[in-house]
């Protein structure tokens, strides 16, 4: 039971893998702690809500609907911060 809830939500965390092992290869890659961070935060925030939505919601077509707006919500926050596509504050624009 433990194992199950350790899992999931923390599952997203080793997509921080990939731009680790890119910065050992190549300059295009940058990323300073707070970068890590910030991506970790918003990986298990994620995370967490996509367990909550398979927990909690028992209609396979609704538990999809769910799981794919807690997915465009992540990407946009991703490439708001990224990039600045809407240029708001919160991107640091």
């Given at each position: 039971?433990?194992?199950?809830?350790?899992?999931?939500?923390?599952?997203?965390?080793?997509?921080?893998?990939?731009?680790?092992?890119?910065?050992?290869?190549?300059?295009?890659?940058?990323?300073?702690?707070?970068?890590?961070?910030?991506?970790?935060?918003?990986?298990?925030?994620?995370?967490?809500?996509?367990?909550?939505?398979?927990?909690?919601?028992?209609?396979?077509?609704?538990?999809?609907?769910?799981?794919?707006?807690?997915?465009?919500?992540?990407?946009?926050?991703?490439?708001?911060?990224?990039?600045?596509?809407?240029?708001?504050?919160f991107?640091?624009?």
């Amino acid at each position: 039971m433990i194992k199950k809830i350790f899992y999931l939500p923390f599952a997203p965390l080793l997509l921080l893998l990939f731009p680790l092992v890119a910065m050992q290869f190549t300059d295009q890659v940058r990323w300073s702690l707070f970068d890590f961070v910030i991506m970790g935060i918003l990986l298990l925030i994620t995370g967490f809500w996509t367990k909550k939505v398979i927990d909690r919601v028992k209609s396979f077509p609704k538990r999809v609907i769910f799981i794919s707006l807690v997915i465009l919500l992540f990407l946009l926050i991703w490439a708001e911060l990224a990039v600045g596509i809407f240029g708001s504050p919160f991107a640091g624009s």
